[in-house]
T-cell receptor
Framework: EPEVTQTPSHQVTQMGQEVILRCVPI?????FYWYRQILGQKVEFLVS????????KSEIFDDQFSVERPDGSNFTLKIRSTKLEDSAMYFC????????????FGQGTRLTVV | KNQVEQSPQSLIILEGKNCTLQ??????????LRWYKQDTGRGPVSLTI???SENTKSNGRYTATLDADTKQSSLHITASQLSDSASYIC?????????????WGLGTSLAVNP
């Protein structure tokens, strides 16, 4: 069964460093998303991506964040200068064309900023 | 403000028993409502997706109901198993064009004990 894969599963980084979280969405999907979940809190929407551009982003997704789909398969989230409060699980999701199609989530990357 | 509220916050039941989880939402306009199961430290997995016109949908031992008039949904788990122990999250999608932002509940933490 096709699945969304994320790497790494766990990343520890020093405050101020740049991190890149990687995702390989399901191959025939068209919509891509990044979410984060701080421990014990709700899943929060960060950004959606369609047709090679950002279609929507939340207030959390400020200038420190960027996304790319560099080669038609990978979908990356970059945090330029990490802060302690960026520590969270980051989930990538993708879904196929359609109004009410199911979104498939990856297993997440646990980012720890120290 | 678009919100999704779930109850109870946590629940403990014995293996083999049934339970019902509740979700109230204020998202408008409404596109669909999803129930996800999230194991600790893992990505959410979709259980059901319901649109405005659907009142009930089943997926094995999981049955979701939707009352779009009162903006309420429930997830009923029949004959619970130890593997049902997880967080169950209600997610509502608003009608915001081609790319829809999901509004997440905090989830109900279910523990099934032997």
């Amino acid at each position: 069964e096709p699945e969304v894969t994320q790497t790494p599963s766990h990343q520890v980084t020093q405050m101020g460093q740049e991190v890149i979280l990687r995702c390989v969405p399901i191959s025939n999907h068209l919509y891509f998303y990044w979410y984060r979940q701080i421990l014990g809190q709700k899943v929060e929407f960060l950004v959606s991506f369609y047709n090679n551009e950002i279609s929507e982003k939340s207030e959390i997704f400020d200038d420190q964040f960027s996304v790319e789909r560099p080669d038609g398969s990978n979908f990356t989230l970059k945090i330029r200068s990490t802060k302690l409060e960026d520590s969270a699980m980051y989930f990538c999701a993708s879904r196929p064309w359609g109004t009410n199609t199911e979104a498939f989530f990856g297993q997440g990357t646990r980012l720890t900023v120290v | 403000k678009n919100q999704v509220e779930q109850s109870p916050q946590s629940l403990i039941i014995l293996e083999g028993k049934n339970c019902t989880l509740q979700c109230n939402y204020t998202v408008s306009p409404f596109s669909n409502l999803r129930w996800y199961k999230q194991d600790t430290g893992r990505g959410p997995v979709s259980l059901t997706i319901m649109t405005f016109s659907e009142n009930t949908k089943s997926n094995g031992r999981y049955t979701a109901t939707l009352d779009a008039d009162t903006k309420q949904s429930s997830l009923h788990i029949t004959a619970s198993q130890l593997s049902d122990s997880a967080s169950y999250i209600c997610v509502v999608s608003g009608n915001a064009g081609n790319n829809r932002k999901l509004i997440w509940g905090l989830g109900t933490s279910l523990a099934v004990n032997p």
